[in-house]
């Protein structure tokens, strides 16, 4: 017995030092798996009485009947115009260029589900801010369930860029708050715009854009006046 527990030795720092940070490490990955995969309610409308601690999705209108005005507005912004484009219009607009998945004529017949389902993006107008929401459909080990990405923020032309992008001040991905992530904050808002593409003639026109902003519930493109 006391030949065996003469070959132990104690740790050293270094080793605790990176069990340490490996263990917080684990913790906050955990945490933060916990917090996106934590469900959020879908409504239509703002609830009377929200339930403290619980996150919500309140989905842009879609009235297409309001909404078929976009096909016009579309027209005439890519004739060089300037246009404001109210919360219908642009989810009928988003709901043509970016469809959702027809679903599947019979189960039986369905294949292996994808990882992750990118589902079609919806806008809200707030006042001077824009809404932005993807779900997410996620399938893992033949569970699946549903993370909402939600971002709330403005249009501006970064510093060094002639491109006018969408700027969120609040970011949230399931309930984790990514907007306090810091650089992460960035990347990972990417990889949730990184999914749409414009069609080429719409980016041309965006490119081309000298204002992007939201007023009295409206997205209003402003294009530059024909010298």
Known sequence: MCAASSNLRAPSLVEILLGSILSVALGVVLAAAILVLKPVEVVKEPPKEPVAGKMYYIEGRKDWNAGRRWMFKRDALLQGHTVSVTEDELNAWVDNIYPAAAPSPSSKDEGPKPLIATGTPNFRLMGETLKLCVVYDVNIFG?????????????QKPKGKDLIEFEPEVFFVGNLPAHKLLILKALIFG???????LPEDLAQVWAKLA???IENRQLVLTLPEAS
Do not use: D
Request: hydrophobic residues 50%; aromatic residues 18%.
């Open 143 to 155: 569970y699946s369930f549903q993370v909402v990405a939600q971002a709330e923020g403005a249009f």
């Open 191 to 197: 990889q949730v715009v990184n999914c749409f593409e």
């Open 211 to 213: 204002e992007a902003k």
